[in-house]
């Protein structure tokens, strides 16, 4: 799904089909728009671009922060108005001819503080009973994946997905899984497709493509790569519908994994799981992906890997991956029995430069040791300013890796998985490259 293979037209488009490339990739096409557009329209649909990446950027730097200084700042007003509403309340002695001005003013003091005071106690509850929220599944709302602004912000760069050609092959051969009792692995070993099958078939029916669609019977984690500076084609691809997920995965819930320090913010922890943005932690994870927790199949549990220490490594053309020290990603695919997908985001380190930070130097030292304390990054970017470039990221989904449920698995048996997860990826990152980012350097896995 490609919203469009033309890394140069910013035009806005929409969904038109469904095709596949000369490469055997599935393109989910847009209509593109009339080049007899006037230079009005073409000014608005530019304004409007850029005004949605500005406050994507802003919103993901600073709401958190804001959203916290609104907090402390009702705290300090409603303290502040109590104490007022205390004074005025045992105060006896008033001037006489300034008394119906004094009481009004005090009046009006009493109601703000009232009213203020009441919603701040209907948030409070409410925060308080659904504090866990972001570890159960969160509140995901399709109304705002949907929202056109998504759109504008997928244009600007331009971002696309990718379901690659292995992704294809692995949907045909899980056809054939229905009616045959062999496992998939064996099968996958044995299988072999032409590249010509998939050539000639210039336009496909949109629904044939999606209605024998991978099975739903399982839950599946899908590790993102690399992290960048701020995960922009995590956050299009699959906590919206700009490049058209659910055209592809109509049976699929998306789930998107983020650091649990986001959702210390009041508001903003609402804001983020209309989206359907869970915590990444391992009782957020294993809640979506085990069935008898979520009383569900079919979750689609997409981790940003490599975290905050991977958006360090962030440099056009570098794909550094943070892989060697997690096992816990891993352990967890095998313990609820989930498929793991490997997923590249060709380009994602392409938008942003950061300011020279190797390993051994004191800002490096200065930036690792905020990390290990925070848990957030601290990676010093920039681009347009703070605003990324116009850079085309492909998102390239691969094939998921079946993976046996085991209750208590061995360290061998995640090592095992591990290994072959790597293995996947580098392929995939190889068979990719060449199209997508051909001056990147080789994949790094630490």
């Known amino acids: 799904m490609v919203a469009n293979l033309n890394s140069s037209n910013k035009n806005v488009s929409c969904i ?10 599935v393109i989910l096409e847009r209509r593109q728009q009339s080049n007899t557009k006037s230079l009005y329209h073409l000014l608005f649909i530019e304004f409007f671009q850029n005004t949605t990446v500005y406050i994507y950027v802003m919103t993901f730097l600073f709401s958190g922060i804001f959203c916290l200084f ?18 005025n309340t045992f105060h006896v002695t008033m001037v006489t001819n300034h008394k119906l001005s004094i009481f ?7 109601v703000h503080c009232l009213i203020i005071i009441i919603l701040f106690i209907i948030y409070t509850i409410y925060w308080f009973c659904d ?12 109304f705002i994946r949907c929202l056109k602004i998504w759109e504008f912000l997928a244009d600007y760069f331009p971002i696309h997905l990718v379901i690659s050609k292995e992704f294809i092959i692995y949907n045909e051969i899980y056809k054939q899984i229905k009616q045959h009792s062999h ?29 024998e669609s991978l099975s739903t019977d399982v839950n599946y984690l899908v590790g993102f790569h690399p992290h960048g500076i701020l995960a922009t084609g995590a956050f299009i691809n699959f906590a919206t519908e700009a490049t058209g997920f659910s055209k592809v995965f109509p049976t699929f819930k998306p789930y998107l994994a983020i650091l649990k320090a986001h959702f210390i913010a009041p508001f903003y922890r609402d804001f983020l799981m209309l989206f359907g943005m869970i915590a990444a932690t391992k009782k957020g994870l294993h809640y979506l992906l085990d069935k008898n927790s979520c009383k569900q199949t079919g979750n689609f549990v997409v981790v940003v890997l490599g975290g905050a220490p991977e958006a360090l490594d962030s440099k056009p053309g570098t794909y550094v991956m943070h892989i060697n ?5 891993f352990k967890l695919a095998l313990k609820t029995g989930s498929y793991l997908v490997p997923c590249i985001s060709f380009g994602e380190q392409s938008l942003y430069h950061q300011v020279p930070n190797e390993k051994g130097s ?12 925070f848990t957030v990054a601290l990676p010093i970017f920039y681009a347009r300013g703070p605003f990324p470039y116009r850079k085309p990221v492909y998102t390239v989904v691969g094939a998921p890796i079946q993976c046996e449920q085991i209750n208590e698995p061995t360290d061998e048996q995640v090592a095992h998985i591990k290994q072959i997860y790597k293995e996947k990826l580098r392929t995939l990152f190889e068979d990719y490259k060449a199209i997508y980012d051909p001056e990147a350097n080789d994949i790094e896995f630490v």
């Open 131 to 142: 504090w866990d929220s972001n570890n159960h599944g969160s509140h995901p709302r399709q």
């Open 70 to 87: 609104i907090l402390f700042f009702l705290i300090y007003l409603i303290i502040n108005n109590l104490i007022i509403f205390i004074q």
């Open 104 to 110: 009004n003013i005090n009046l009006v003091n009493e």
């Open 16 to 25: 038109n089909h469904i095709k596949l490339n000369d490469k055997g990739e």
């Open 325 to 329: 020290q997690r096992f816990g990603f």
């Open 362 to 373: 004191w800002i490096r030292w200065l930036q690792d040791k905020f990390t290990s304390i």
């Open 183 to 211: 496992s998939m692995n064996s099968i996958i070993n044995k299988h072999t497709v032409d590249n010509e099958d998939y050539k000639n078939d210039d336009e496909m029916n949109e629904e044939s493509l999606v209605k």
